[in-house]
């Protein structure tokens, strides 16, 4: 094969890779129309329903160590100390929920049309198209079977990898719209600000202490109210954990659900269709350039953060 030829072929299979990527542009808005607003966001968040109401919490409590082992990890790459990248693309995300798991079967069927269990056919057809009409019919045969198991490979290997950081953003805006819920709760019932579980938990664990301290105050239950009014008693450290854990389990609750009402948002705001638009660029860019892990969304740092300042908070609250 001349080395013009070979040039072709590789200008070919540059193309196809792009015009299957731009046809998986064009599909995300209906595929977001479909899936992210109703009646199809029942279709998608109904899956919550069973064990995922175990699995949704152990997630909200895996993520924080998650994002703390991957900066430590990224950190260590930048230092050039060897295998940190790789180890770092390697952690999973949490357990797969139901809902997580048909939403990327969702994402592969219909956004990157793949029907079988390898994406040789969406991607390697796209490649074979342009190389005949680019070239000629029977150059198509010169990308060889092992040439398209190969891309095949690489696509799986950065999409694996994607759907991994989806499923991860889907934890944060569970975790997010706890924030606002928390927050909610507590401007409505308290007239406290309490961005997340714990500071609603120390809220009630001081409810709590002081029902039982007025309960028991030695002049009476009315005299017990004013008085602690003034000097409010400090709940003790069972109250404090009681309390945080029972509202941790109403959170991880509606976390479970929380796509109901978060999908339509995020789909009316755009976000999903910048997400998943950003996804699909990302790994157009990986395979072209036979790099992993370039998509990495900002979500679940948000949620992070917003999670420590809660903390924060709760410190210099009591």
């Known amino acids: 094969m001349t080395n013009v030829r070979k040039a072709a072929i590789e200008h070919a299979i540059e193309h196809g890779i792009r015009e299957y990527f731009n046809q998986c542009q064009s599909r995300a808005p209906d595929f977001i129309r479909q899936h992210y607003r109703y009646p199809g966001c029942w279709q998608l968040n109904k899956h919550a329903f069973g064990f995922d109401l175990l699995r949704a919490p152990l997630n909200l409590v895996w993520a924080p160590v998650y994002v703390s082992l991957v900066l430590s990890l990224l950190i260590l790459g930048f230092l050039r100390i060897p295998k940190t990248m790789r180890w770092a693309q390697q952690l999973p995300g949490g357990l797969t929920t139901r809902v997580q798991a048909h939403a990327n079967t969702l994402i592969k069927h219909e956004l990157l049309l793949v029907q079988n269990v390898t994406l040789e056919n969406a991607l390697g057809?796209?490649?074979?198209?342009?190389?005949?009409?680019?070239?000629?019919?029977?150059?198509?045969?010169?990308?060889?079977?092992?040439?398209?198991?190969?891309?095949?490979?690489?696509?799986?290997?950065?999409?694996?990898?994607?759907?991994?950081?989806?499923?991860?953003?889907?934890?944060?805006?569970?975790?997010?719209?706890?924030?606002?819920?928390?927050?909610?709760?507590?401007?409505?019932?308290?007239?406290k600000f309490t961005p997340g579980g714990v500071g609603i938990g120390l809220?009630?664990?001081?409810?709590?202490?002081?029902?039982?301290?007025?309960?028991?105050?030695?002049?009476?239950?009315?005299?017990?109210?004013?008085?602690?009014?003034?000097?409010?008693?400090?709940?003790?450290?069972?109250?404090?954990?009681?309390?945080?854990?029972?509202?941790?389990c109403l959170l991880a609750v509606v976390a479970s659900f929380s796509g109901l009402v978060t999908d339509p948002i995020q789909a009316h705001l755009g976000l999903h269709k910048y997400r998943l638009r950003k996804m699909l660029a990302r790994l157009e860019k990986d395979v072209l350039k036979n790099t992993r892990g370039s998509f990495r969304p900002l979500d679940p740092y948000v949620a992070r953060i917003l999670e420590l300042f809660d903390t924060l908070k709760a410190q210099f609250s009591f």
């Open 203 to 248: 809220m009630i664990a001081a409810l709590w202490a002081k029902a039982q301290a007025q309960t028991n105050f030695f002049l009476g239950n009315t005299l017990g109210g004013w008085y602690y009014s003034i000097f409010p008693p400090q709940p003790d450290v069972m109250e404090i954990s009681v309390s945080i854990a029972a509202v941790l």
């Open 125 to 191: 057809a796209a490649v074979v198209g342009h190389l005949e009409k680019l070239i000629d019919p029977n150059s198509a045969h010169a990308m060889s079977e092992q040439d398209r198991a190969a891309l095949s490979q690489k696509l799986e290997a950065v999409v694996a990898d994607a759907l991994n950081q989806l499923m991860l953003t889907r934890t944060a805006s569970a975790d997010i719209s706890n924030t606002v819920f928390s927050t909610a709760v507590g401007a409505l019932a308290f007239k």
